[in-house]
């Protein structure tokens, strides 16, 4: 059974803290995807990766930043959490060769910024 | 600038029902569409896709419907079943290069 693993289900952190949210495949994808789901926003993409060391921005990127080193592991970074990053955050993997194909998603992570 | 627009927030269905769900989009570069389900605290699922040059697939008891000249998309569940009842996201790409743009969502619920 395929699987995407993401690190924690709940987070709070303080404002200001610099934050990880963690997200593991067991699928050999090379395509990994982070994205955050408000409520009256849908799922908007903040960064993506095709390849380890590979990342292109998404349609919201700031104040985020990304990690891949491993093939498996790709890391959302908040610099400086503020109040307005709280939300879901959904990471997801795809097979290589092309982005829009079946996506497959993590749990979610809802981070609460204080 | 809202590429994917899913019009309906939520949707009532009785059981044995169908439910339809509508998803226009407005980008005429969208070839590949797909219909996600998500529960509440768990990741969205991969539920059916189109490509542009089909305008129906079926798999079980959902079909999805593109009407490319309306630049619109239906998701057809039927018979409605209370494990439906979850949030249903529309998404596009153009091309197999670009990234998936999803609509904002609609829940479903089916009400025995």
Known sequence: ?114 | DQQVKQNSPSLSVQEGRISILNCDYTNSMFDYFLWYKKYPAEGPTFLISISSIKDKNEDGRFTVFLNKSAKHLSLHIVPSQPGDSAVYFCAASAGGYSTLTFGKGTMLLVSP
Not at chain 1, 69 to 89: D, G, P, V
């Open chain 1, 1 to 114: 059974d395929v699987k995407v693993t993401q690190s924690s289900r709940y987070l709070v952190k303080r404002t200001g803290e610099k934050v990880f949210l963690e997200c593991v495949q067991d699928m050999d994808h090379e395509n990994m995807f982070w994205y955050r789901q408000d409520p009256g926003l849908g799922l908007r993409l903040i960064y993506f990766s095709y390849d380890v060391k590979m990342k292109e921005k998404g349609d919201i990127p700031e104040g985020y930043s990304v990690s891949r080193e491993k093939k498996e592991r790709f890391s959302l970074i908040l610099e400086s959490a503020s109040t307005n990053q709280t939300s879901m955050y959904l990471c997801a993997s795809s097979s290589p060769g092309q982005l829009n194909t079946e996506a497959f998603f993590g749990q979610g992570t809802r981070l609460t910024v204080v």
